[in-house]
Structure formats: structure tokens, C-alpha cells
């Protein structure tokens, strides 16, 4: 157990629709990263929060947003979905910015029909 | 279930045999790699990783190998075992540009009673 949790575990939905990913990051870890796994895209990182900033951006699409609240969860909000969103969605937290070694989430499975 | 790419790159090993995974970065100035573990259904587990300034680093029964002439990492795993069945990614990190981690495309390693 990495220490991250995620909710929900998984998630079906229909096109069009929009979905909130939740994420807890490791106690005292003030960074959040993103991430999409596809089956032909591999790990691709979307977008990194640190104590409550943007930090870094990655193929994140327009559709897509987040944010990290002061307590330090992060939510990823997936809006006007479409087939090619399903994937796993994985959040990580670091204990800095610039900490290397990121630690992930058990992750959400979003299927969309 | 699945949770990575079809076409993966696959390595079947029978158990307490010596497993070698390999890595081709992409980025010549990256200065930092991490080997991640991802079993079924969960998410990416940190291994080892290594800095640009070191050839090789031991583990625990893991070994990783950096050769930067030729861009090429590797993960070596001694005495295999089942529970060593996953998928394995490099991830690359240049300190000197985005904080973000870019991963590989894994390698399936299957490990045979």
C-alpha cells in the first residue's frame, strides 16, 4: 500500500458526461500528478499540483481540468467524455516539486460507453 | 485485468532464473531513472532507481544498469519468482526541464512455476 488512495476504483459512464476522480495523496506529500494508462498509450502524465498551485502541465486535454484543495486532495474532472477517455487513471504524490520517486494510487478504471 | 497496451514487449522466464528487462530512454540529457512495478489491477510500485552520475545500482535481488552512450537502462532481477510476474517500466527525469516523469511503454515479464 502506497499510502495514496483513490476514488472511485471504477467508474462507467456514458458520452457526453463529466466525472469527478478523487485523490489523497500521502500524508505529509505536498505534490499531486495525474496520470492516463490507455491500451496504446502507455503512462502519460496529464498535469502535477503542488500545495494547491499548478505546477507542471503534460497532454492534458481542454476537456480535462484539476485542482488540489488546502487539505491537499486533488480532484480531476473529466468533462464531455468519449469513447477514447476510458483508461486507468492514476494519481502520484511526492513529498515536493522536484522529489523524483512518486508514489501511485491504486488508481480509477473509466469506461466509457 | 489488463491494464497496459497489447503490443507490449514480453519476457517469460522460468522461476529462479535471472530476468533481465530492458529500457531505451529518449531524452540524452536526462539525469535521473526510476524502474516501476505494476501488477494486475494496481497501480505503478517504485523499484530502484539511478542517477546519471552512477553505471549501476543494487537492490534488493534487483539490479539496474545505466549506459548513457547508448541510451539504454536495465533492470536486472535475480532468482525470479511468480510473484515477480508484472509489468515493468523505465521512467526518465531531466532535473534541468519539466519536473514530470516520462515513462516507457513496459515490458510484460512472466514468470513460470
Known amino acids: 500500500d502506497s499510502g495514496v488512495t483513490q476514488t472511485p476504483k471504477h467508474l462507467i459512464t456514458a458520452t457526453g458526461q463529466r466525472v469527478t476522480l478523487r485523490c489523497s495523496p500521502r500524508s505529509g506529500d505536498l505534490s499531486v500528478y495525474w496520470y492516463q494508462q490507455s491500451l496504446d498509450q502507455g503512462l502519460q502524465f496529464l498535469i502535477q499540483y503542488y500545495n494547491g498551485e499548478e505546477r507542471a502541465k503534460g497532454n492534458i486535454l481542454e476537456r480535462f481540468s484539476a485542482q488540489q484543495f488546502p487539505d491537499l486532495h486533488s480532484e480531476l474532472n473529466l468533462s464531455s467524455l468519449e469513447l477514447g477517455d476510458s483508461a486507468l487513471y492514476f494519481c502520484?504524490?511526492?513529498?515536493?516539486?522536484?522529489?523524483?520517486?512518486?508514489?501511485f494510487g491504486p488508481g480509477t478504471r473509466l469506461l466509457v460507453l | 485485468g489488463e491494464s497496459v497496451g497489447l503490443h507490449l514487449p514480453t519476457l517469460s522466464v522460468q522461476e529462479g532464473d535471472n530476468s533481465i528487462i530492458n529500457c531505451a530512454y529518449s531524452n540524452s540529457a536526462s539525469d535521473y531513472f526510476i524502474w516501476y512495478k505494476q501488477e494486475s489491477g494496481k497501480g505503478p510500485q517504485f523499484i530502484i532507481d539511478?542517477?546519471?552520475?552512477?553505471d549501476k545500482r543494487q537492490g534488493q535481488r534487483v539490479t539496474v544498469l545505466l549506459n548513457k552512450t547508448v541510451k539504454h537502462l536495465s533492470l536486472q532481477i535475480a532468482a525470479t519468482q511468480p510473484g515477480d510476474s508484472a509489468v515493468y517500466f523505465c521512467a526518465e527525469n531531466w532535473q534541468g526541464g519539466s519536473e514530470k516523469l516520462v515513462f516507457g511503454k513496459g515490458t510484460k515479464l512472466t514468470v513460470n512455476p
Open positions: 502520484a504524490s511526492s513529498v515536493t516539486p522536484r522529489e523524483e520517486t512518486q508514489y
Open positions: 539511478i542517477r546519471s552520475n552512477m
